[in-house]
């Protein structure tokens, strides 16, 4: 009998199975797919999260994945002017998410507590106080039921957690191209309709990826080229035009699904099933396995005794609270989709004041509150995004002025 089952074998439910193995509880993984599992997404993990992953797999393992070092981000804003920012906490790395989740699963395959299923698709019934899952000729009542089952998760809603439709639609779309990456960054190309991310993923690949509006994603359901569609961006679109694409394009969305809460009765939500705003800070896989390691903190505090109703309270009381920073960076993020014209204004601040990109980062990588205080400028009690950003703008000018 498993006394934890986690429906979805992405990052977030491979990372949080392998935390309740080590933590004695048997474990089965029920994913509908075949390993590894594919889907869109950036492919960047940024210094918290190769932290993470290092604490998640062997490094005998890690020795073996294929993977491209960057050492920050770039932006090049709509008018063609350009900043970089640099990470002060250790180099990103870009990493196929085939080659992600074939290295999770190895990892996950070495624990003699978990039990992995593939090609199978689980029905929940019960209640949230005693899940019932049905697969195959099985059936189980977990003691925990964690759901990995994506944006748009079934289980979710089975519990109740689904929060209020949001207003904001956004899409994305991946496709990786055969050409050697020309920087050790991860490029964000800003237009009036998108941003397109290209991501270093080994010596002869980049992936790219892009995000938009949904009326435009809308004509991308058909079959496009994606590659005709950057040349938009002058001076990416070139660069791309003689590679060739190594797989074909695919797409995710809507992006921003809210939840009520993550956890209730015995079923807690991890990864983009616990809650998602947007792409644009690229932070989804990091977030995944940082939330996998709060449960462990979590099951490390209990000492002797598991108590899997507490993991579930207290799971869901302190994640907030471990997302915090990257819910407000990707607030901030957002108003320059929202406002494009902004971009340029902004890249001009950090031109001159490259301090303040670089700060941004460390903010972005910040896992909890208190750590992201630390790192504020005395800006960390305002809760609303434009305020934000308007009192870093504002102190960026009077750095500006100062020194001019």
Not at 140 to 162: E, F, M, T, V, Y
Not at 163 to 174: D, F, I, V
Not at 340 to 353: M, W
């Amino acid at each position: 009998m498993s006394e934890v089952v986690v429906i979805g074998g992405g990052p977030a439910g491979l990372s949080a199975a392998l935390i309740c193995a080590r933590r004695g509880l048997d474990t089965t993984i029920v994913e509908k797919r075949t390993f590894p599992v594919i889907k869109a997404c950036g492919e960047g993990l940024m210094p918290g999260g190769v932290d993470a992953l290092k604490r998640l797999v062997p490094q005998e393992l890690i020795n073996k994945m294929e993977y491209q070092k960057f050492s920050g981000i770039r932006y090049i804003a709509p008018n063609g002017e350009c900043t970089s920012g640099y990470f002060g906490k250790g180099d990103g790395w870009g990493i196929e998410r085939s080659e992600l989740s074939k290295l999770l699963g190895q990892a996950a395959e070495k624990e003699p507590k978990i039990k992995i299923l593939e090609n199978t698709v689980a029905t929940v019934k019960g209640s949230t106080e005693q899940p019932i899952v049905h697969f195959n000729d099985q059936t189980l009542r977990p003691k925990l039921l964690i759901a990995a089952d994506g944006l748009h998760s079934p289980i979710r809603r089975w519990a109740g957690l689904n929060g209020p439709p949001s207003k904001l639609k956004r899409w994305g779309l991946r496709q990786h191209y055969q050409i050697k990456p020309w920087a050790n960054l991860v490029e964000v190309h800003w237009s009036k309709d998108m941003e397109a991310y290209v991501t270093p993923v080994s010596p002869n690949t980049v992936g790219v990826a892009v995000l938009s509006h949904r009326e435009l994603i809308s004509s991308w359901q058909k079959p496009i080229s994606l590659k005709e569609t950057l040349q938009i961006f002058s001076d990416l679109g070139p660069k791309l035009l003689l590679s060739e694409a190594k797989d074909q394009l695919i797409g995710i969305g809507p992006l921003h699904q809210t939840v009520k809460r993550t956890g209730t009765g015995k079923v807690v939500l991890v990864g983009d099933a616990a809650g998602y705003l947007d792409a644009i800070t690229g932070e989804g896989i990091s977030n995944a396995m940082e939330q996998a390691l709060l449960m462990d903190r979590i099951l490390e505090k209990q000492k002797e005794k598991t108590r899997l109703d507490e993991l579930v309270i207290d799971y869901s009381n302190q994640l907030p609270a471990l997302m915090r920073s990257y819910y407000w960076l990707t607030r901030l993020t957002l108003l320059l989709h929202r406002r494009p014209s902004l971009v340029n204004q902004v890249v001009k601040v950090f031109q001159k004041t490259p301090w303040l990109f670089n700060y941004l980062l460390d903010f972005n990588s910040a896992r909890s509150f208190s750590e992201a205080a630390g790192l504020s400028l005395q800006i960390h009690g305002r809760s609303h995004g434009s305020e934000l950003l308007k009192a870093i703008i504002r102190r960026s000018i009077g750095e500006i002025r100062k020194k001019s």
